[in-house]
């Protein structure tokens, strides 16, 4: 059957035009061709690759970018709640402070009214002294103001020295 | 892919059982006028000839002649329309005989397929050359090519890197130009095949010599540069002694394997692209069939097979890519296994156990 008997004309020219095809595409063709496309992808591996790499430290940096403004709020935090316990330290150190003084003054003034009164009583004293002894004398000078009176509280007297001086003997 | 295959084995099946029987009606009814002769409407179609035939006009041929070049008492170059007037003949077979002995010279004639392999040839090389001229007058780093530039460089791409690089592996860039020449030689004349008038409708890569070519051209690729590994495993490979000694029968077995693999590169070609062709002239052979069965069967018929015919156009569109792609392929796997390094030796013997 001719239809699987391969025909030598055909084979022949097979032969010659694949060969010539074969050559002219194998030298201008093909590797052209491929050659280009693998530069071409090459180089856009290369650019994603880039593209990674600079997303990768953008993102790195805008990492590094939130722990530093983190690390700002944490300082601004901690200056803040620093600067209100040293405000209200310097309140309070105030208050003790004013409370201590008010206390002093008037400890100071109660002792100067104490003093003062102390001073008073002992003046009153004294007056209240001369006050009895004008009026002792005043009676004293009434109630001795005959002779026989004077010398009975003379005697009176004596008697009483000599019986203190007996009693201290 | 496989459905694919299916489908056309069994329609190609389908067709042999019912070839014979309309074919010996043809026969029967041949004498008659206007009268559908199968066998020669079929081989006509598929066969080689030595003029090209356009088409039939009230019973007058319109065929190109094409020069017939024979090497019998030396060089005879003579148009195929001027054979007669040569001294030489058809046989039976449609082959070109000496007219006084009977014998067949050497012939180098420029047939209907050696014309459709120059014309599809010179396509192909111009296609390539104005995609790789593209290439050569733009800075690739710069734009892409676009048009049709742009769909050569996806198919070559797409060839080389889902196929040749796949099953080739390392060292792909030295078999690529064969791989990717052999791929667009098939698909273009598997193209050129489908289209039915003067350029195309020769039925190249549905020819045996064609394919028998190709896969010679495979088989040489495969075993000129295999490895050590390679012949290692075929002549010594690694399996109880005494299948190697005293009568060698694996490497019997493996060295029938180094022709069956180009071989079924061969028939697969051949008999996808041949199975395609007399499916669409089968299609297209019922409306002439029935025509004297009444017009309304005719009409009706015609309908179906137009419509069938529309569908089969397709699918040889389908597979004129597929089957480009597989002996590509295929060629690529053939030659990846020729050229596979020997893995850790454990390894090695846990794959020949499996």
């Known amino acids: 059957m001719s239809l699987i008997t391969p025909d030598f004309g055909l084979l022949f020219w097979m032969t010659l035009i694949f060969a010539i095809v074969f050559f002219v595409l194998a030298k201008f063709g093909f590797p052209l061709i491929t050659g280009m496309v693998k530069k071409r992808s090459d180089s856009i591996e290369q650019s994603l690759r880039d593209a990674e790499e600079a997303r990768k430290s953008l993102k790195e940096l805008a990492a590094e970018q939130k722990k530093l403004i983190e690390e700002a709020r944490k300082e601004q935090a901690r200056i803040l709640n620093e600067a209100a316990t040293a405000g209200d330290k310097i309140v309070q150190d105030a208050r003790e402070q004013a409370r201590e003084q008010t206390t002093a003054m008037i400890d100071q003034a109660r002792e100067e009214i104490r003093i003062e009164r102390e001073t008073a009583r002992r003046e009153l004293a004294d007056e209240v002294t001369n006050l009895s002894i004008e009026v002792a004398e005043k009676l004293i000078r009434g109630h001795l103001n005959s002779a026989e009176r004077q010398n009975a509280l003379i005697d009176k007297l004596i008697e009483e020295a000599r019986a203190s001086h007996k009693t201290v003997n | ?354």
């Not at chain 2, 769909?151 to 791989?179: Q, R």
Request: charged share 15%.
């Open chain 2, 1 to 354: 892919m496989h459905r694919i295959r299916s489908f056309i084995l069994w329609f190609a099946a389908a067709l042999l059982l019912l070839a014979p029987a309309t074919a010996a009606a043809a026969g029967h009814e041949a004498s008659e006028p206007g009268e559908l002769d199968m066998k020669s409407y079929i081989f006509g179609h598929i066969g080689d000839a030595y003029d090209w035939h356009i088409t039939t006009v009230n019973g007058h041929h319109i065929s190109i002649p094409l020069p017939c070049i024979v090497i019998d008492d030396g060089l005879h170059v003579f148009l195929s329309s001027r054979m007669e007037e040569n001294g030489y003949t058809l046989n039976e077979d449609g082959k070109l005989v000496n007219a006084a002995t009977g014998k067949r010279p050497v012939d180098i004639s420029i047939t209907k397929n050696v014309c459709s392999l120059i014309i599809s040839s010179i396509l192909l090389v111009v296609l390539i050359l104005l995609t790789a001229r593209w290439y050569r007058r733009h800075d690739v780093m710069k734009e892409a090519p676009k048009g049709f530039a742009g769909l050569m460089e996806m198919l070559i791409s797409m060839v080389t890197n889902d196929i040749i690089k796949e099953g080739v592996g390392k060292d792909y860039e030295k078999y690529a130009p064969y791989l990717l020449t052999a791929f667009f030689f098939i698909f273009l004349n598997n193209l050129l095949g489908i289209v039915p008038f003067f350029p195309g409708g020769a039925n190249l890569t549905g020819n045996i010599a064609v394919t028998l070519f190709l896969a010679v051209c495979t088989f040489l690729a495969v075993n000129l540069f295999g490895n050590k590994h390679y012949y290692k495993d075929i002549f010594w490979p690694e399996v109880p002694a005494w299948l190697k000694v005293p009568l060698p029968l694996m490497p019997l077995i493996e060295i029938i394997g180094m022709f069956t693999k180009p071989f079924s590169l061969m028939v697969r070609l051949f008999a996808n692209i041949l199975a395609g062709h007399i499916m669409l002239l089968g299609v297209v052979a019922v409306i002439f069939l029935t025509a004297k069965l009444g017009p309304a069967l005719n009409g009706s018929m015609s309908v179906i097979a137009v419509l069938f015919g529309v569908f089969m156009d397709i699918l040889e569109l389908l597979v004129a890519f597929i089957q480009a792609y597989v002996f590509t392929m295929l060629s690529s796997v053939f030659i990846g296994l020729s050229r596979q390094e020997p893995a850790h030796e454990h390894e090695q013997l846990e794959t020949t156990n499996n």
